[in-house]
């Protein structure tokens, strides 16, 4: 295999996204182009594919997951179907990038692994934090200790969405509310800068949680406050929300360490990163604009794997995903309503 031929199942905000990034990849001479686009809706697949210049079109997941002609797909589809059509795919031999989250419980999310280990098939969660340069280079400030043992991660994602029950982020069905929505940016942050603290080739659950919830009347999360503590390691103040205004203040990082901090505006997408010195004072910055939209250093980084025959991302592991997801079982059998 010299290209990945992508299919993308369903056609909303987050497919577009991935879309816009495919096509700039494969026309600045990348490893994959765009084949293929399912949607429950015929005509809205069809339009899809007329925007994108996608060759065909299909009006059910199932059709484009069972095409011969697809090498690996997308899932882009609300949260409560991403088991499903992950394990749909990989038992039609497709590689598959998962948005996040994988699943609603690290238990559904279980047998995905597994069965990617058993047919030999590449799966990723699309955890495109992970990829991003500007957070990349604040995890090698910490590992190389840069601001010294770290002691304190801050980490917040708010966004304002008007209540809606039958919405995706209001209706428990569907996989709503904040903590699986949002709020597993903060905590997959934090998870990534503790186990860079330690410079651990395996990500390490916390050995303390506790958080608070508010609750929307649908019985989703609408606002979620967790504290973590990592023996040896530091305390995380994280929280999240879809009922609160998402100003720049309420989606940056803070890491500090004993000799300086880090700090990250939209950490989760950010094109910038700051290390400061215990004054406060800029040591050093950079910048890392967006060659397209963000999407796209996933993108490369899945198709490497793919065409390097490797099953998971050395990046974004089975084992990192596994623990967020885990992680996010426990914060909510532990919380506390506010």
Known sequence: MKTVRWGIVATGWIAEKFAEACA????????????????????????????WGIPRSFGSYEALIADPGIDAVYVATPHSLHVELSVAALRHGKAVLCEKPVAITGKEFAPVV???????????????MSFNPSARR???????????????????????????????????????GALLDVGIYPVTFACQIARAAVSASAPKKPDAVHSIVRRAPTGVDSFDRVLLRWENGPVADLSCAIDLAGIPQNRSALVVGENGSIELPLFWMAQEASLLDRDGKTVERVEFPFERNGYEYEIREAERCILCSETESPVQTWADSCMVMELLDTIRTVAHNA
Do not use: H, Q
Not at 114 to 128: K, N
Not at 148 to 166: C, H, I, Q
């Open 24 to 51: 700039y990849e494969s026309k600045r001479g990348g490893n994959g182009v765009l084949s293929a686009v399912a949607s429950r809706d015929a005509a809205k697949a069809a339009e899809f594919a007329r925007k």
């Open 114 to 128: 597994e069965l990617a280990r058993l047919e030999g098939l590449f799966f990723m969660e699309a955890m495109w």
């Open 138 to 176: 604040a995890l090698e400030w910490v590992s190389s200790g840069r601001i010294g043992a770290v002691k304190y991660v801050k980490a917040d994602f708010f966004l304002e969405s008007p209540f809606n029950p039958t919405a995706r982020l209001w209706d428990p069905g569907l996989g709503g």
